[in-house]
């Protein structure tokens, strides 16, 4: 630590917040306002040296004895805000007045955020609250009270049950507290739950913490409360305030980290035992401490025994009368965690959000099942490039101002990246400290709604109807905000792809280039004395081409997930070097088993490079425009053929004692190592680490790419998804229809030269005349794919390309002596061979967006199934079979056809799917809505493919 610093004793720390909480004050208040009393406290020289004293303070506070969930919550909140607001400070800021900003921020916080949150939670709820309606609730929850209060004062007459909530016996507050109000309300026994239920209309309960996975952690008899309400067909409504979001996955009780927390995250020492949530003795069924026990001493006398029995009954009378004693206490679980599964709605103060579980749930009718679906999938907020999640739009827009009901704002506009002080200006509703609005988990965030006394009353009228309760409880959620940029962002977003198009287009561009021109050029070696080193035999050279495939089908997932879990551009570049050497060797080998070992490690660097640019290139443009830029990329793989053809042409009449073929390999290796090694370092690799973006820029790219769903939701490597994938049929679809290409496209560049050859002509001329086929093919790819784009289509254009493809096959086939037609129908398999490419990795990178994961793994399963065949077409072209090649025409007739019906069945499949959800889900889905797609992935409702 810097000298002259001055931070309080780390008791200091640990006797605020232990203060606070001897005042009634939140444990997440708690400890946000003791830590916000350290930095006032203390000065440091740097913003390093902030950050390590407010983590070492925070450690303490949550090593605490009385620290709880929610002060973790409170805690890991108040550590985010500082950070990033320390981060995104403007240059201009010093560090003391950064301070002030915090500490003023976190005192108002501090003390006015409870009061704020239930005072809107409370308002939220009423909607959801009849007349004459009987409310299980369990211990004691100021929101829950908060709630009660103003139905009251509504002049709603509510009955109340309210669980004794032992070992601490909330309940008994609860009850003085709603008697003191004029509430009826009874106090329950914990095991009378499921007696009571059937006269509940409905339970309510508070919350220690909502954790991201969806459930709840609250005091110990939640769980088996929200148990029994699913099975009696109960609503079961949680109550919690959006500083008690806390990033926990807990999924089932003994997954909760035990307490008070470690700086590790897990237990701390034994002593602390007492606090522990879950701390049975390993004797399950014995209370500690034990009673005095009978004694086994069979020789004892009748009147020994006896008084001993007398001594137990006494402790027992004991216990009845005083209740649990200290120790006894001390030793029972406090909290338990309830699965999402299980809470019908969590009502928040940034609005009413759902768990997941609605999916697992059977509903009472097709109108419950949509709202069940529509409750799972929804999500109504934006989020901006730093992780803040914006304030979201009121669905009610049209509702008329009451007091139940804040105003609505004119419109949909959002502000920009917050500012570290924020200004004192009029938010948008619901309005949120930046607390929350800036650091609440989006994951827990799905649907905000602005209830009205007229949206209230409708939900009081039909209360006891389910399904009329069902429908209008759907209609104030069937309006989704739409997150539309402005005329502003719009702006900067044009310029921005304009951006994006000159820095990542050329480089990657370039790239295939090189990479292509470094797998093709053996085809043009061959002719010019490769294949003497092989001893002219057919065998061998297609065992060389086979080669190349094993090493890039072995590693495209590997290579492509090694994209998603590092960095893209870091795996290209590296993929890139590794190539770009091997190919270099190629000048250098001296027999058959040197050049396997160079196409191996070609096939190991391309393996890294290809499907990861596309996945590359899925984080940065949208689905309406990557097909257009993946056909850049994939054209310059067709040009190379036209280069390649060019360039052995010039190398096959350079007089040289060293043989063409390898000055061909040098000159066409050689300059890959030094574009990997430029691209190392200028190629960006993400949006939200890339400096070539300024921070609107970054906002605005996160925006564009949000509300189109492409922005990953779970951070590293989702397996899940990953197995959701792999047991997708519809990634083995369109792999098969892939490989089918690539049956076609190894023939074309293994074997173009040889076939032009046998239509009269030299090797120098066969090599000269495949450049106008990749030429023609060029432009139709870049064609084709800007129709593909533009009209939003896949299907019915890669069924074109294909058709083209099958008949330059059947053409080749039948016709033998008219060299000319023949010439034509290269034309046609080298545009069915290279213009499916960019259109079927775009096909997958739009229909795979609800993960990256799962993006980057059907990606990489196009090359791990779409090679294979390849690796069969390198053995159809042999030197006996020329010139008619019965055998290579009919097996690329074949292959192509099949593509066509695949291609035309996929198109038919997506379009009936997209159908069928229309239908069930009452129409397309609200443009630019943001789906949360982490749990169910393209089974979200409101997901639809791309035809």
Not at 82 to 97: F, H, I, K, N, P
Not at 476 to 504: C, G, N, S
Not at 821 to 830: E, I
Request: glycine content about 8%.
């Amino acid at each position: 630590m810097p000298n002259g610093s001055q931070s309080p004793a780390p008791r200091d720390v640990a006797q605020l917040y232990a203060q606070a909480i001897e005042e009634d004050i939140t444990p997440p208040l708690a400890a946000i306002s003791a830590l916000t009393e350290m930095i006032d406290s203390q000065s440091a020289s740097t913003t390093s040296h902030l950050l390590m004293t407010l983590h070492r303070n925070s450690t303490l506070i949550l090593e605490s004895p009385l620290a709880t969930y929610g002060t973790q919550a409170g805690v890991r909140l108040f550590e985010r805000w500082v950070r990033d607001s320390v981060g995104t400070a403007g240059r201009g800021a010093t560090l003391d007045e950064m301070r002030a900003g915090i500490v003023e921020e976190g005192r108002k916080f501090a003390k006015n955020g409870a009061s704020e949150c239930i005072e809107k939670i409370a308002r939220e709820v009423q909607g959801f609250l009849k007349d004459d309606c009987t409310i299980l609730t369990h211990s004691f929850s100021r929101v829950v009270l908060l709630t009660l209060k103003k139905a009251m004062e509504q002049n709603k007459r509510v009955n109340v049950y309210v669980t004794e909530a032992r070992p601490n016996c909330g309940g008994l507050k609860t009850h003085a507290a709603l008697t003191a109000l004029g509430i009826p309300c009874t106090v329950v026994l914990d095991s009378a739950v499921g007696y009571v239920m059937d006269r509940v209309d409905l339970v309510l309960v508070g919350s220690e913490v909502v954790v991201e996975s969806g459930g709840l952690v609250a005091g110990v008899g939640t769980y088996q409360m929200a148990l029994l309400s699913r099975a009696l067909n109960k609503p079961f409504y949680c109550l919690a305030e959006s500083y008690k979001f806390l990033r926990l996955f807990p999924l089932s009780q003994q997954d909760l980290p035990l307490l008070p927390f470690s700086s590790s995250g897990s237990g701390s020492s034994s002593k602390t035992s007492s606090t522990l949530p879950l701390c049975f003795k390993k004797s399950l069924g014995l209370t500690t401490p034990l009673l005095s026990p009978p004694s086994s001493n069979m020789g004892e006398s009748a009147e020994e025994t006896s008084s001993g029995l007398d001594k137990d009954e006494r402790q027992i009378e004991q216990v009845l009368l005083e209740g649990m004693s200290q120790a006894m206490k001390d030793h029972q679980p406090k909290y338990d965690y309830t699965p999402r599964e299980y809470i019908g709605l969590v009502m928040s103060d940034v609005g009413i959000l759902t768990p997941e579980s609605k999916r697992q749930q059977k509903g009472t009718g097709k109108e419950a099942n949509r709202l069940r679906n529509l409750l799972t999938a929804s999500s109504r907020t934006g989020k901006c490039a730093c992780g803040r999640v914006r304030v979201p739009v009121p669905v009610s827009a049209s509702a008329p101002e009451t007091p139940d009901s804040a105003p609505s704002p004119p419109s949909a506009s959002r502000s920009s990246v917050p500012e570290f002080f924020p200004k004192k200006k009029k938010s948008p509703v619901p309005r949120t400290h930046p607390f929350i609005r800036g650091y609440i988990p989006k994951e827990l965030l799905a649907i905000t709604t602005n209830m009205s006394k007229e949206a209230a009353q409708i939900r009081d009228d039909s209360f006891d109807d389910e399904k009329a309760r069902t429908n209008h409880i759907e209609e104030a959620f069937t309006t989704a905000p739409v997150i539309e940029l402005t005329e502003e962002e719009k702006a900067v977003e044009r310029k921005l792809v304009r951006k994006l198009d000159r820095v990542i287009i050329p480089l990657t561009a370039l790239l295939y280039l090189s990479g292509y021109l470094d797998r093709g050029n053996i085809g043009n070696a061959k002719l010019q004395g490769l294949f003497t080193l092989l001893d002219d035999d057919d065998t061998k050279y297609s065992i060389v081409l086979m080669s190349f495939f094993i090493t890039y089908i072995i590693f495209s997932i590997p290579g492509t997930l090694l994209a998603k879990a590092t960095s893209p551009a870091l795996t290209i570049a590296t993929g890139c070097l590794i190539w770009a050497v091997a190919a270099s060797c190629m000048a250098g080998v001296q027999g058959f088993a040197s050049m396997i070992v160079c196409r191996l490690f070609i096939g190991l660097g391309e393996s890294m490079f290809g499907q990861a640019v596309a996945f590359h290139y899925s984080l940065w443009y949208t689905p309406n425009e990557i097909a257009k830029r993946l056909s850049i990329f994939i054209g310059c793989g067709v040009l190379a053929g036209a280069f390649g053809g060019l360039i052995a042409y010039g190398v096959s009449h350079i007089k040289s004692s060293i043989a063409t073929f390898r000055i061909l390999f040098l000159i066409e290796g050689v300059p890959s190592f030094v574009l990997g090694l430029f691209v190392l370092f200028f190629l960006p690799s993400r949006p939200e680490t890339s400096r070539y973006l300024n921070e609107k820029e970054r906002s605005v790219q996160f925006l564009r790419m949000d509300r189109l769903n492409l922005v990953e939701k779970k951070k590293g490597i989702d397996w899940v998804a990953i197995k959701y994938a792999l047991t997708d049929w519809k990634t083995y679809v369109i792999s098969i229809t892939y490989s089918c290409m690539n049956f076609g496209l190894g023939s074309v560049s293994g074997f173009l030269p040889t076939i032009i050859k046998t239509m009269g002509y030299t090797n120098s001329e066969a090599q000269l005349y495949t450049v106008p086929p990749y030429a023609v093919a060029l432009v139709f790819t870049l064609t084709v794919c800007y129709f593909s784009d533009r009209q939003k289509r896949r299907g019915l254009y890669v069924s074109l390309v294909f058709a083209l493809a099958s008949v330059g096959w059947l053409i080749l086939l039948i016709v033998h002596k008219n060299q000319k037609v023949r010439y034509f129908a290269t034309f046609l398999v080298v545009i069915g061979s290279y213009g499916a490419i960019p259109l079927i990795m775009s096909w997958v990178a739009n229909n795979v967006r609800y993960s990256e994961s799962a993006r980057a793994v059907s990606l990489g399963m196009l090359n791990t199934v779409g090679q294979c065949l390849a690796i069969a077409a390198s053995f159809l072209f042999v030197s006996k079979d020329g010139p008619k090649w019965t055998k290579g025409f009919s097996c690329n007739l074949a292959m192509s056809g099949l593509a066509v019906i695949l291609s035309l069945f996929m198109t038919a499949y997506y379009h009936r799917e997209n159908a069928k959800r229309d239908e069930a889900e009452g129409g397309p889905p609200a443009k630019a809505v943001t789906l949360d797609t982490t749990v169910l992935y393209d089974k979200t409702i409101g997901y639809r493919y791309v035809v």
